[in-house]
Antibody, heavy 118, light 109 residues
Framework: QVQLVESGGGLVKPGGSLRLSCAAS????????MSWIRQAPGKGLEWVSY????????KYADSVKGRFTISRDNAKNSLYLQINSLRAEDTAVYYC???????????WGQGTMVTVSS | QSALTQPRSVSGSPGQSVTISCTGT?????????VSWYQQHPGKAPKYMIY???KRPSGVPDRFSGSKSGNTASLTISGLQAEDEADYYC?????????FGTGTKVTVL
């Protein structure tokens, strides 16, 4: 069945780095834009970034621009998020999601928790 | 881009209807018919409930419906059931980026 499974979260000190991964299965991964969305504890959803199927098009929210890098490996059906210069306000559950057409998110992973604390 | 505005909470008794509003601007909700809605139970991932303002993905009960007028979109849950108690988020495409709503907690009394 169609599935997304994130991994790579953990506890990291301010200023540190982490690489999140999302393994996709059950659909032709390269046909779809993919996105990362995060949710701080007790807060709402925040779109973070997306990448086109060919990796040609990428886009970031202003809050993470310059610190986060999205990438994908279509041969491995995998999506990645490299997060650098981590701040306390980056503490959140990070979800990967499949983008339907242009415009919304039809499949979500279970999320991976990133905690930034000294 | 600011978050779309939703009421913090709404409530209703089983069998009743509730409506959640989602107010944006002429740069997002007002100009694109790409409003979607997500249901989130505690500790779980969001679930896709409505897309393109008023379309339901396969498997979503027809008790859930969406609409839009101007800069405000709405989600209506008819015939409220206990399992509908959850957080609900709207989202709008805004031309190469996406904006989520602030979220609404639906309580079934």
């Amino acid at each position: 069945q169609v599935q997304l499974v994130e991994s790579g979260g953990g506890l990291v000190k301010p200023g540190g780095s982490l690489r999140l991964s999302c393994a996709a299965s059950g659909f032709t991964f390269s046909d779809y834009y993919m996105s990362w969305i995060r949710q701080a504890p007790g807060k709402g959803l925040e779109w973070v970034s997306y990448i086109s199927g060919s990796s040609i098009t990428v886009k970031y929210a202003d809050s993470v621009k310059g610190r986060f890098t999205i990438s994908r490996d279509n041969a491995k059906n995998s999506l990645y998020l490299q997060i650098n210069s981590l701040r306390a306000e980056d503490t959140a559950v990070y979800y990967c999601a499949r983008v339907r057409f242009c415009c919304d998110f039809d499949i979500w992973g279970q999320g991976t928790m990133v905690t930034v604390s000294s | 881009q600011s978050a779309l505005t939703q009421p913090r909470s709404v409530s209703g008794s089983p069998g009743q209807s509730v409506t959640i509003s989602c107010t944006g601007t002429s740069s997002d909700v007002g100009v694109y018919n790409y409003v979607s809605w997500y249901q989130q139970h505690p500790g779980k991932a969001p679930k896709y409930m409505i897309y393109d303002v008023n379309k339901r993905p396969s498997g979503v009960p027809d008790r859930f419906s969406g609409s839009k007028s101007g800069n405000t979109a709405s989600l209506t849950i008819s015939g409220l059931q206990a399992e509908d108690e959850a957080d609900y988020y709207c989202c709008s495409y805004a031309g190469s980026l996406y904006v989520f709503g602030t979220g609404t907690k639906v309580t079934v009394l």
